[in-house]
């Protein structure tokens, strides 16, 4: 069973730009989650979807959105870019019942 | 609000060593209790879940407790190997979200 995937690895990007990133859960998982990992704010919650609705928000900017889609796929969009944004992002998808999670290698985002 | 809070920040043993890491959460009405280990610049391989109905879980050399009452969950590493050497997470959940919260980490290096 193939696991979590995300794409792309790594992307760099300029201060104002804006960046989507995707994540394909474990097949027959239909939660996905998004997180933040810096060195100084640790993994941070980013949003959690199930079924193609946001079902959970982190205390984010406006500027972070997501979304789901039918076949669970997630993407995430980060709007007019700031050095602060950089950082690894990763997502995870579990089954039914809150169980097990499961992360992908993440996405290494650098803003110069 | 749930904090996670993980000691110490780093670790260091000899190869061979058994060894504990800590874990303490704030509210003891969590769902899950998870243990994540992370390769520097990798995702998160999960290791062990508790249910909150449970006390203890094993899988191979690791051995993860969950005590709610104290809010305090332990990792338990027997014999450690210098392949043990990463950062270990623990994250908890708490009913109706799969959010997880994670503490900081304790960066383990076993010494051959």
């Known amino acids: 069973k193939a696991g979590v995937t995300q794409t792309p690895r790594y992307l760099i990007k300029t201060r104002g730009q804006q960046v989507t990133l995707s994540c394909s859960p474990i097949?027959?998982?239909?939660?996905v989650s998004w997180y933040q990992q810096t060195p100084g704010q640790g993994l941070q919650f980013l949003f959690e979807y199930f079924s193609e609705t946001q079902r959970n928000k982190g205390n984010f900017p406006g500027r972070f959105s997501g979304r789901q889609f039918s076949n669970s796929r997630s993407e995430m969009n980060v709007s007019t870019l700031e050095l602060g944004d950089s950082a690894l992002y990763l997502c995870?998808?579990?089954?039914?019942?809150?169980?097990?999670?499961?992360f992908g290698p993440g996405t290494r985002l650098t803003v110069l | 609000k749930q904090e996670v809070t993980q000691i110490p920040a780093a670790l260091s043993v000899p190869e061979g060593e058994n060894l504990v890491l800590n874990c303490s959460f704030t509210d003891s009405a969590i769902y899950n209790l998870q243990w994540f280990r992370q390769d520097p610049g990798k995702g998160l391989t999960s290791l062990l879940l508790?249910?909150?109905?449970?006390r203890e879980q094993t899988s191979g050399r690791l051995n993860a407790s969950l005590d709610k009452s104290s809010g305090r969950s332990t990792l338990y590493i027997a014999a450690s190997q210098p392949g043990d050497s990463a950062t270990y997470l623990c994250?908890?959940?708490?009913?109706?979200?799969?959010?997880?919260?994670f503490g900081k980490g304790t960066k383990l290096t076993v010494n051959p």
């Open positions: 994250a908890a959940t708490q009913g109706g979200s799969e959010k997880l919260v």
């Open positions: 097949s027959g998982h239909r939660s």
């Open positions: 508790i249910q909150s109905s449970q």
């Open positions: 995870a998808s579990s089954g039914l019942g809150y169980n097990e999670q499961f």
